[in-house]
């Protein structure tokens, strides 16, 4: 039984490693995407463009503009003066905000009457705009500390403290690149994976290997081994680079990590092979491909939270093992997440590869044409 | 004589328009044969858009706060009262330290604010007393929505309290913030036209990226090179049908963003269909490329996995602002097309008929189709190799 496998993997390798074009497609890719997305892939805004509208003339409005120009987050892009000009700078997108500064401005501060400093942000991209607003109120924020502390004015009353764990400063690269090792993890598999029993179908070879004394179990092995091997070879590499490229900490357990990463492996070998069996042709094996990567990437927690979205769409998360597979890494990267906290990640992973695994094996013989 | 090379030349077009309308035949009941191209077009959008226009989203609401107060009195209440009515939070009281932060490292909560025994104390004092705030950074896009959610319940507790006190403004400068386009934060308003850009780049890639391949595979490219057909016929007459397939499912996205997402449509609604159909003939002609340079079906699927879904996902600005990436990265979001989309997409929807955006990217497409379509010409002669 073990030789029967191991020439069918043989075979499988050939026939995806002997085309030039195929073993390009499978190596080149996911690195260079791993280097392009973990760069792209950011909600931190640098050199964020803003116009200035300043109708006060005293030194109070001046310092506080020069806490935005002296910032690293914004560059100052137009200074205009009027409030006609403000509407054709943002809908052209050259800026992405104004600051508006009244002619009562200094007045007001010195009356210790409120002085309004007013922000008008182009909201299209309504994400970018609260994170714009939140780098505005920390520059005022320390604005206001340096006031009060210079002009002698009462304190508030109690102050914030705010410490973030796990990641101090925010970076969201941290979070970023666990996440698209994790979904390119997930393409490659599916690459590897997804049409293999499909173009067999298509080109009439498959009946052929059913007619062989290979058993419909060892049919899957030979299948699901070169997807589990290919797709924890580039797991691999593509964490190495995480680390070392990128200076992601890597915190937690390396074992949990990789049971973590051969657990989704094989649910995510399972689903290829399921999509495949499934297909008669090859354009059908590649709909299912789409179908099952699109949705399982959008709603895995990679760019957007789980807990944001409705109910029903978060029972639907739970079928999807990319989901679970994202919280193992994000854990044990950064937060040395010990194995008890992430049982409830691990057996999900194992119960839909297991089933998925099972179907495809039945599939092979039940579905034919 | 020059009437008969007319009507050689009459006869030769009226042939081509009718070589061309055999192979549009063709293609019809191929796409008609296989339903799987016909659940491309129509089904696909309709269930992504359910599927992301519910699911997807940046708006934090009812985030898990622990609200630690080690010593509960009236003026703690006035603090934590902030918490309590905010659909921002869903505050979970404890008495001790040690709880709340194992609340926090079981991620039960995302946040934690302590106010120690000596809370109300120390706000008698004349450096103030302080609040810890101790938030989860680990997503930290989350992390700072939630503490910027914090700082809110705060500035209005400092207001109150001032205001009780009648000692003025306790904060000299305020932020008026005024959010155009989009007033009152949805995310969903932009999410939902670029969510139509990706889907739109699947469809049009999908239902084109096979198409050569399989002509070759099987062998029919063969037979269609000994025919009178002209290799421009045969690329018009694959575009043809699956342009109409694509705007079809094009349009059944705009009426489920509008009228069931509710997102505003602010420019006109031809503006965005030219733009969709520019957009569109992109896509299918990214399609075609990856369909003639691969020539085996195999092959073709993967580079259609690997080059459409995650750059139009990833690189085209949907969610993450193109400004903010390093110069490098931007330069190669020009290569991808639905950068371009997304910025026609966004304005037409929210803003209206910019014309200083939608011009540019207009172009762009127009460019970006022209050389797909291009090479796609280019490399599919009559040969055999």
């Known amino acids: ?369 | 004589m020059v009437k008969k090379a007319e009507q050689q030349t009459i006869e030769r077009r009226g042939g081509a328009l009718m070589r061309l309308r055999g192979l549009m035949r063709k293609e019809f009941l191929q796409i008609l044969r296989d339903p799987s191209s016909i659940a491309i077009a129509f089904l696909m959008p309709v269930v992504l858009l359910l599927l992301f226009g519910y699911g997807v989203s940046l708006d934090a609401e009812h985030v898990p706060i622990t609200l630690v107060v080690e010593h509960p009195s009236a003026v703690t209440a006035r603090f934590t009262k902030g918490f309590l009515g905010s659909r921002y939070f869903n505050p979970n009281q404890m008495l001790s330290i040690r709880e709340g932060t194992q609340s926090l490292l079981d991620h039960e909560a995302n946040g934690l604010v302590y106010l120690r025994e000596d809370f109300a104390e120390s706000l008698q004092r004349t450096e103030g007393g302080a609040i810890q705030v101790i938030i989860n950074g680990v997503d930290a896009n989350n992390a700072r929505l939630i503490s910027g959610y914090v700082e809110g319940v705060w500035n209005d507790w400092i207001k109150r309290e001032s205001l009780k006190q009648g000692s003025g403004p306790a904060m000299p400068v305020q932020v008026q913030q005024r959010i155009w386009f989009n007033s009152e934060v949805r995310s969903q308003n932009f999410l939902v036209p670029g969510l139509i850009a990706v889907i739109m780049t699947l469809i049009g890639a999908l239902l084109t990226a096979l198409i050569m391949s399989r002509e070759w595979e099987r062998g029919t490219m063969e037979a269609l090179m000994v025919s009178p057909v002209a290799m421009r016929e045969v690329i018009i007459g694959k575009l043809v049908p699956y342009f109409l397939l694509g705007m079809g499912g094009m349009t059944l996205s705009v009426v489920m963003a509008v009228f069931l997402f509710h997102v505003p449509l602010r420019g006109s609604l031809w503006l965005l269909f030219a733009g969709a159909a520019l957009f569109l003939l992109t896509a299918l002609g990214m399609g075609l490329l990856i369909s003639t340079l691969a020539r085996s079906q195999f092959v073709a699927s993967q580079v259609a996995i690997i080059a459409t879904f995650l750059p139009a996902f990833i690189l085209s600005g949907f969610i993450f602002d193109i400004g903010s990436m390093p110069p490098v990265i931007q330069g190669l979001t020009h290569i991808v097309a639905a950068r371009y989309f997304v910025a026609i997409l966004q304005s037409v929807f929210l803003a209206g008929n910019v014309w200083s955006v939608v011009l540019p990217n207009a172009l762009a497409l127009i460019v970006m189709a022209t050389i797909f379509l291009g090479i796609t010409r280019r490399r599919s002669r009559k040969r055999l190799e």
């Not at chain 1, 892939?41 to 005293?58: C, H, I, K, P, Q």
């Not at chain 1, 401005?105 to 994170?131: C, H, K, W, Y």
């Open chain 1, 1 to 369: 039984m073990g030789r029967r496998i191991f020439a069918l993997m043989i075979k499988e390798f050939l026939a995806l490693l002997k085309d030039k074009k195929s073993r390009t497609v499978i190596i080149v890719p996911p690195l260079v995407q791993l280097l392009v997305f973990s760069y792209a892939a950011t909600f931190d805004l640098t050199r964020v463009s803003f116009a200035v509208y300043n109708e006060d003339s005293g030194y109070a409005a001046r310092d506080l503009l020069a806490g935005f120009t002296g910032s690293t987050n914004f560059r100052e892009v137009a200074r205009i003066s009027s409030d006609q000009e403000i509407a054709p700078l943002i809908n052209s997108r050259k800026v992405l905000l104004v600051l508006h500064i009244g002619p009562q401005f200094s007045r007001n501060l010195f009356l210790r009457r409120p002085a309004e400093l007013q922000v008008i942000v182009d909201g299209r991209n309504s994400n970018t705009a609260m994170v714009v607003l939140s780098y505005v109120r920390s520059i005022v924020t320390s604005y206001n500390d340096r006031w009060i502390e210079r002009h002698g004015l009462p304190k508030p009353p109690a102050r914030l403290l705010t410490r973030f764990w796990f990641n101090q400063n925010l970076e969201s690269r941290w979070f970023i690149v666990p996440g698209v090792v994790g979904i390119l993890t997930l393409v490659v598999t599916i690459l590897v994976t997804g049409l293999s029993v499909a173009r067999e179908r298509e080109q009439g070879t498959f009946d052929q290997l059913l007619v062989t004394p290979l058993r419909p179990v060892e049919i899957l092995f030979g299948k699901a081994l070169p997807g589990f091997i290919i797709g924890l070879g580039e797991a691999s590499l593509i964490m190495l680079l995480a680390v070392i490229w990128f200076n992601v900490p890597l915190r937690g357990n390396i074992l949990i990590l990789y049971t973590g990463i051969v657990l989704f492996l094989m649910s995510a070998v399972g689903v290829g092979l399921m999509i495949s069996s499934l297909a008669v042709t090859q354009q059908q094996g590649l709909l299912g491909a789409f179908l099952f990567i699109v949705p399982s990437i959008i709603l895995s927690g990679f760019a957007t939270p789980i807990a944001n979205m409705p109910e029903i769409v978060q029972r639907i998360t739970l079928l999807n093992p990319l989901r679970y597979y994202l919280v193992v890494l994000r854990g044990v990267f950064l937060e040395n997440t010990p194995f008890a906290l992430l049982i409830h990640q691990f057996w999900p992973m194992a119960l839909i590869g297991v089933v998925s695994l099972a179907s495809a094996a039945w599939l092979f013989r039940h579905r034919m044409y």
